[in-house]
């Protein structure tokens, strides 16, 4: 009979029993660098593409005459997802807000909430990530394969700035466009509110204006106004610094359309922590 070979143990030092606790930690503190690596890169590109861009802002004649048609397409034809998600924003807050109050809160408060809700952050919050997924995406994708294709390159070769043809136009667009499409958004909030507090509520018109009137400051519009501004020149800039460090072909586009919005999303919502304490620091004063 055919004896089998004596069964051979890795070294104690090997098992992973005996690996210790440095080892255990080696994983989680790669993965933070590499985390911190790429997202200091990310930072640092997007500081390049931006000071390219401002140079480019010169050359009127070339991306003068996209301006429009870039407007067009980031700003007019994201109103219907801008004023869609508004509706149903509106509706929800007045429904949760009747429900919230008892009876020792006014049924007008009902307005002042809704209104405060939808100009101050709603509004510019929902409607910035929906046209991250939109708008941020699309660039990235635009730009990614023209990168790959080789396009960008024979733009430089015809002479032609890639920054002032490609990325001026656009990131003038987000940062015009965004706050159109957030006014549009506040109004059309405030106006599903107001609809569902008459029709689904026992709150009469007069009382939901009273409410809206009660508390409302012009401040409340341009601090939306102004944040959904800065929302604009961050998820264009993300997704033109991610479409034209693309690469490695169609796969490459698509990881790049995916980290456009991924840190555009993240960016909303640090500006939006930003503009939070501004605003605490103005009120305070």
Known sequence: MQTLPPLSLP??????SAR????????PVEVLGRTVREAVGEVGATARVA???????????T?????????????????????LLAVFTGIVLALLASYSFTSLVP?????????????????????????????????????????????????????????????????LAG???????????MVVGVGSGWLASTLLLDISSVQFVKGVRLFFQPFDVQYGVVKSASFGLAVTLIGCVSGL??????????RAATRAVVFSAVMILVLDAFWAVVWLLQKTR
């Not at 070294?11 to 992973?16: A, C, E, I, S």
């Not at 000071?51 to 004649?61: H, I, P, S």
């Open 11 to 16: 070294p104690t030092g090997d098992l992973p």
């Open 20 to 27: 210790g606790p440095a080892a255990l930690l080696r994983v």
């Open 51 to 61: 000071g390219r861009a401002l140079r480019a802002l010169t050359d009127v004649r």
């Open 63 to 83: 991306w003068g005459p996209l301006a429009g048609q870039q407007a067009r397409l980031l700003g007019v034809d994201s109103l219907p997802i801008g004023l």
């Open 107 to 171: 049924l007008y408060f009902v307005g002042t909430l809704v209104e405060k809700t939808v100009t101050l952050e709603l509004a510019p919050v929902l409607t910035g990530l929906a046209l991250a997924g939109r708008v941020g995406a699309s660039i990235a994708a635009e730009l990614g394969t023209m990168r790959v294709t080789e396009q960008i390159d024979a733009l430089e070769t015809l002479s032609y700035d890639p920054y002032a043809y490609l990325v001026v136009p656009r990131v």
């Open 175 to 185: 940062v015009v466009m965004f706050p159109v499409v957030v006014a549009a958004a």
């Open 245 to 254: 460090r693309a690469g490695g072909g169609a796969a490459g586009v698509g």
